[in-house]
């Protein structure tokens, strides 16, 4: 493997008795109770094994989830009890992506998938199976994932670690837990992970395609008080993801008579550099205010994803080129394009608002009613 890959995480089984709350109905309630297949990863499992080094490390390891690792770890996407992907149609997920609650999906390039950052410092993971367009909405076609971040706390913590392992690869975290008064706490995550090499290597710019880094960080400041608590957040992250991997193996045709298969297997003569990447900033408010016959919840979230997928799309040099007709392999009068190149640009600006109020009748009825805007702009930076 290029990277020292996290122990994926397991999922908690739904079978289990015991006291795992989870917000799958947009209420706060037992796994046990609510009628939906569903899987919960619960942060201290997550930190138990390493964390996550993608959204695949979640998903493989989860019944009736598959992911669709086609291209790269960009615009590579989740499906669910067989539902649908977008890939090579400028479609969206079948798969609704959720943050807290407030929908993080969406966009033609870069929004199929969570952001390496959307997984780190989470409180758990909840996988819903099946239709979850009542309550979801928007994708949610195949079933949702809802990535619960681990919030200021009355209690002071936190913790360091460091990670080192072949081909470069480092990796730094660290979250600081502070109350300030009774009711007021902050919460400060960061993480900064490198890795400078690989296994396909481009001699000519003297770079790794597979290589990658993401530096992430994260300000949090919550308020509590009785029954009403409020929570602010800020992000702020940039991701370089093992690039699009094109390897040159022409079949032979009139140009090529003899076929060319000339290209090493692990090196890529390209004359441009082969780049995936992602810039996402997100601000978040969200509060809850607990009355005696139900619960009132807030949900903001305006998020910003700059998305950059680009690459050598003929897939040689001028060097190669030499070696290619050295070798006779190329018709009388053919040539070959050593310039071409491909860069697909993104830019997704979206607002999430939600407001409902939620409570219950008795011990068998539930009852919930709100409203939910998303506005979102996607197009070419």
């Given at each position: 493997?290029?990277?020292?890959?996290?122990?994926?995480?397991?999922?908690?089984?739904?079978?289990?008795?015991?006291?795992?709350?989870?917000?799958?109905?947009?209420?706060?309630?037992?796994?046990?109770?609510?009628?939906?297949?569903?899987?919960?990863?619960?942060?201290?499992?997550?930190?138990?094994?390493?964390?996550?080094?993608?959204?695949?490390?979640?998903?493989?390891?989860?019944?009736?989830?598959?992911?669709?690792?086609?291209?790269?770890?960009?615009?590579?996407?989740?499906?669910?009890?067989?539902?649908?992907?977008?890939?090579?149609?400028?479609?969206?997920?079948?798969?609704?992506?959720?943050?807290?609650?407030?929908?993080?999906?969406?966009?033609?390039?870069?929004?199929?998938?969570?952001?390496?950052?959307?997984?780190?410092?989470?409180?758990?993971?909840?996988?819903?199976?099946?239709?979850?367009?009542?309550?979801?909405?928007?994708?949610?076609?195949?079933?949702?994932?809802n990535?619960?971040?681990?919030?200021?706390?009355?209690?002071?913590?936190?913790?360091?670690?460091?990670?080192?392992g072949?081909?470069?690869?480092?990796?730094?975290?660290?979250?600081?837990?502070?109350?300030?008064?009774?009711?007021?706490?902050?919460?400060?995550?960061?993480?900064?992970?490198?890795?400078?090499?690989?296994?396909?290597?481009?001699?000519?710019?003297?770079?790794?395609?597979?290589?990658?880094?993401?530096?992430?960080?994260?300000?949090?400041?919550?308020?509590?008080?009785?029954?009403?608590?409020?929570?602010?957040?800020?992000?702020?992250?940039?991701?370089?993801?093992?690039?699009?991997?094109?390897?040159?193996?022409?079949?032979?045709?009139?140009?090529?008579?003899?076929?060319?298969?000339?290209?090493p297997?692990?090196?890529?003569?390209?004359?441009?550099?082969?780049?995936?990447?992602?810039?996402?900033?997100?601000?978040?408010?969200?509060?809850?205010?607990?009355?005696?016959?139900?619960?009132?919840?807030?949900?903001?979230?305006?998020?910003?994803?700059?998305?950059?997928?680009?690459?050598?799309?003929?897939?040689?040099?001028?060097?190669?080129?030499?070696?290619?007709?050295?070798?006779?392999?190329l018709?009388?009068?053919?040539?070959?394009e050593?310039?071409?190149?491909?860069?697909?640009h993104?830019?997704?600006?979206?607002?999430?608002?939600e407001?409902?109020?939620?409570?219950?009748?008795?011990?068998?009825?539930?009852?919930?009613?709100?409203?939910?805007?998303?506005?979102?702009?996607?197009?070419?930076?």
């Amino acid at each position: 493997a290029q990277t020292p890959t996290a122990a994926k995480a397991a999922p908690r089984d739904t079978t289990e008795v015991g006291e795992v709350i989870v917000t799958a109905r947009k209420r706060n309630e037992r796994l046990r109770d609510v009628p939906v297949s569903a899987s919960v990863v619960e942060g201290s499992e997550i930190a138990q094994r390493g964390g996550l080094q993608g959204v695949k490390d979640l998903v493989t390891s989860l019944p009736s989830v598959a992911f669709g690792d086609t291209s790269t770890p960009l615009t590579s996407e989740v499906s669910i009890r067989g539902s649908g992907t977008s890939r090579g149609t400028s479609a969206e997920s079948g798969v609704g992506l959720y943050r807290d609650g407030a929908y993080v999906g969406g966009g033609a390039q870069g929004g199929r998938t969570f952001s390496r950052f959307d997984l780190f410092d989470v409180s758990q993971i909840e996988v819903l199976r099946g239709t979850q367009g009542a309550l979801y909405g928007r994708d949610a076609v195949g079933g949702a994932i809802n990535v619960i971040t681990a919030r200021p706390s009355p209690t002071a913590s936190g913790y360091v670690s460091a990670k080192a392992g072949n081909v470069g690869y480092t990796e730094y975290e660290g979250v600081l837990n502070q109350p300030l008064t009774d009711h007021l706490a902050f919460r400060l995550s960061g993480d900064d992970m490198k890795q400078s090499k690989g296994f396909y290597y481009n001699p000519d710019l003297d770079k790794y395609i597979d290589a990658q880094s993401t530096y992430a960080y994260r300000a949090q400041l919550r308020y509590e008080n009785g029954p009403f608590d409020a929570n602010l957040m800020f992000e702020h992250a940039k991701n370089k993801y093992p690039a699009l991997n094109l390897q040159l193996w022409v079949q032979p045709n009139p140009s090529e008579p003899q076929g060319i298969f000339i290209e090493p297997k692990f090196e890529r003569p390209h004359n441009f550099e082969d780049s995936d990447t992602d810039q996402v900033n997100d601000i978040e408010f969200t509060s809850n205010y607990r009355f005696n016959f139900g619960t009132l919840t807030w949900i903001s979230l305006w998020r910003e994803r700059k998305d950059l997928q680009q690459f050598d799309n003929d897939i040689i040099d001028p060097g190669l080129l030499a070696q290619i007709r050295a070798a006779g392999l190329l018709a009388p009068g053919a040539t070959l394009e050593t310039n071409g190149t491909q860069q697909n640009h993104g830019k997704t600006q979206s607002f999430n608002q939600e407001l409902y109020l939620s409570g219950d009748l008795g011990t068998r009825w539930t009852w919930l009613l709100g409203g939910e805007y998303l506005h979102l702009q996607d197009g070419d930076t």
